[in-house]
Structure formats: structure tokens, C-alpha cells
């Protein structure tokens, strides 16, 4: 099947450690986006990607980094640097900037 | 910088009725998204309205954009029990490239039998 796979499922992490989301996607597409979600909050983009060895920051990228080597690739780290970092990830891809976004199932980020 | 609200936060409605979720940005938006979050799951893509007062129907959901493009509705009619979920708004910025979406905090729909 197409789609996007985030891992892990779950993560804990403890206080001045990085820690890195994985999210492939088979679909082909071009961009791909990383976002943060609170309880109760919409969407918060983090970093986007609209094409390989290339990306820009969103509204929120203080204490995150990522990379785009590959096409189907866009791991996201979150850094010691990021003081809340307790929250539901999601990464998103779509064919071209102008398309709809397709989401994978998400990562759940909790400090130990 | 941008801001879009959805009104209201939350909304219960009793299966059958009708209902309808607003969104309103502060800037003028290229387009405006919708999507769809079940509880526990992630965001599925709806709906896209590009064209001022564009309407757009999906069943018993009817989509409408703006004249001004800065605000949106969602109207459900006759709601199910599988419309549970939180509804989300999204839309990139005429200056920001539109892949750069800025999402409502969303309306969250609870469905009583």
C-alpha cells in the first residue's frame, strides 16, 4: 500500500537528550511537512520540504532540525534545545505545495 | 502574522440535526483546506476551495469560501454518528507559498444517538 509511515509509535525521552521521528513516504510526492499538535490546538507547522536537499522553517522551528537527502525521506529531530517538547508529531506529505497534504499516523513524544 | 479561528470550539448536536462550523483568517488566503480528525487518528484531507464564494458539496457536507477569501464555512446536514471528530480549517497565506498552511484549532464534534 501507498502511504506515509511514521515511527516510533510512542517515544520517551529524557531531559538533554535528541531524539529523531522517522517519516517515509512511498507515494512519490515532492513536499513533505513536519507539525506539532497540543491538546486541544490545531496544527503548528515545525519544517516543510518542496523538494529534495531543501526545506524551510515553519512558525515553529526553534529546537528542531531536519534533512532531506533522499525523496522519500524527512526525519525530524527534536533537539535538548526544545523546552516543551512533549507533544503529538505528525508528518504530511503531498505531490506537489499545491495539492492536498496526507498525513501519516503520528509519533507521540513524552519526557521522562 | 496569520491567525485563523474556528468558532465554535466545541459543538454536540443530536444525531439528525444540523449544524454548521465557521473559520475566519486574519489575512486573505490563497485557498482554504478542510480536514478531518477522528479521535485518536490523524488529519484526512476533505476539501479544497480555491475561487472567491466558491460552494462545494460532499454528501451532506456543504463547503463555502468567502467573497473577501478570508473566511469559510462547514455545514453538515441530518449528522451521523460518523461525523464524530474534529473538524479542521487550513489555508496558506496569498504571500506564503501554499504548501505553508496555518490550521484553526479546530471544531470538535461530538454526536449524541
Known amino acids: 500500500d501507498g502511504g506515509i509511515t511514521q515511527s516510533p509509535k510512542y517515544l520517551f525521552r529524557k531531559e538533554g537528550q535528541n531524539v529523531t521521528l522517522s517519516c517515509e513516504q512511498n507515494l512519490n510526492h515532492d513536499a513533505m511537512y513536519w507539525y506539532r499538535q497540543d491538546p486541544g490546538q490545531g496544527l503548528r507547522l515545525i519544517y516543510y520540504?518542496?523538494?529534495?536537499?531543501?526545506?524551510q522553517k515553519g512558525d515553529i522551528a526553534e529546537g528542531y532540525s531536519v534533512s532531506r537527502e533522499k525523496k522519500e525521506s524527512f526525519p525530524l529531530t527534536v533537539t535538548s534545545a526544545q523546552k516543551n517538547p512533549t507533544a503529538f508529531y505528525l508528518c504530511?506529505?503531498?505531490?506537489?505545495?499545491?495539492?492536498?497534504?496526507?498525513f501519516g499516523d503520528g509519533t507521540r513524544l513524552s519526557i521522562l | 502574522g496569520q491567525q485563523v479561528m474556528q468558532i465554535p470550539q466545541y459543538q454536540h448536536v443530536q444525531e439528525g440535526e444540523d449544524f454548521t462550523t465557521y473559520c475566519n483568517s486574519s489575512t486573505t488566503l490563497s485557498n482554504i483546506q478542510w480536514y478531518k480528525q477522528r479521535p485518536g487518528g490523524h488529519p484526512v484531507f476533505l476539501i479544497q476551495l480555491v475561487k472567491s464564494g466558491e460552494v462545494k458539496k460532499q454528501k451532506r457536507l456543504t463547503f463555502q469560501f468567502g467573497e473577501a477569501k478570508k473566511n469559510s464555512s462547514l455545514h453538515i446536514t441530518a449528522t451521523q454518528t460518523t461525523d464524530v471528530g474534529t473538524y479542521f480549517c487550513a489555508g496558506p497565506a496569498t504571500t506564503d507559498s501554499w504548501g505553508k498552511l496555518q490550521f484553526g484549532a479546530g471544531t470538535q464534534v461530538v454526536v449524541t444517538p
Open positions: 520540504s518542496q523538494i529534495v536537499n531543501d526545506f
Open positions: 504530511a506529505s503531498s505531490g506537489t505545495e499545491r495539492q492536498p497534504q496526507h
